[in-house]
């Protein structure tokens, strides 16, 4: 059973680079078969996907932020990362660490949906 | 980016009764690449259908879904206690992967 757990600072200062990290447990990253993502939600808002990252350092953002972030991976340490720069208030929020499954065959691809979520981590903007 | 517009915002019922929730999608979806996620308030979200009408691993069959192009929708059959949360509709055609505003689905 693959579980996630985010870590990292609950207060960045405006401006500065907000930085959480995801450790995954019970599958290897290296195994494939899914898109590491980090989603986000301010309070009392809805979901807002961030972007993924796929096990070979390939990434996706969203465009509303592709110019403030970078989502890596590290399958040494099995995990993976969010580095969010130049932060406002408008970034406070919980941030989620979740795992689009996919897999491929017969010449198809298939897509199971973000179907394991870490607990989430609420971070603050605020100086 | 492609926009989702869910429908009510509110769902005000009783258990037991039938709830439809529907995801509206800005342009047509050629495959029917859309996930449907649960949430309570203080947890994160849970997975409850995928490529539109595919329940995920251990979600009841009160639960199902539906829909193609840009309309999809997500019935609860008979509601019980705990099926009163906020609902979300999400794409996964093309990047980003929008979500919906969510419905909350609440006791009437």
């Known amino acids: 059973q693959v579980q996630l757990q985010e870590s990292g600072p609950g207060l960045v200062k405006p401006s500065q680079t907000l930085s959480l990290t995801c450790a995954v447990s019970g599958a290897s990253i290296n195994s494939g078969g899914y898109y590491w993502t980090w989603i986000r939600q301010p309070a009392g808002k809805g979901l807002e996907w961030i972007g993924h990252v796929y096990m070979t350092g390939s990434t996706n953002y969203s465009p509303s932020l592709k110019s403030r972030v970078t989502i890596s991976v590290d399958t040494s340490s099995n995990q993976f990362s969010l580095k969010l720069s130049s932060v406002s208030a408008a970034d406070t929020a919980v941030y989620y660490c979740?795992?689009?499954?996919?897999?491929?065959?017969?010449?198809?691809?298939?897509?199971?949906?973000?179907?394991?979520w870490g607990q989430g981590t609420t971070v603050t903007v605020s100086s | 980016d492609i926009v989702l517009t869910q429908s009510p915002g509110t769902l005000s019922l009783s258990p037991g009764e039938r709830a439809t929730l529907s995801c509206r999608t800005s342009q047509s979806l050629h495959s029917n690449y859309v996930a449907w996620y649960q949430q309570k308030p203080g947890q994160a979200p849970r997975l409850l259908m995928y490529?539109?009408?595919t329940r995920a691993t251990g979600i009841p069959d009160r639960f199902s879904g539906g829909g193609s192009g840009s309309d999809f929708t997500l019935t609860i059959s008979r509601l019980e206690p705990e099926d009163f949360a906020v609902y979300y509709c999400?794409?996964?055609?093309?990047?980003?992967?929008?979500f919906g505003q969510g419905t909350k689905l609440e006791i009437k």
């Open positions: 979740a795992g689009f499954r996919w897999s491929s065959g017969y010449s198809q691809y298939f897509f199971y949906g973000l179907d394991v």
């Open positions: 999400q794409q996964y055609v093309g990047s980003p992967y929008t």
């Open positions: 490529g539109s009408s």
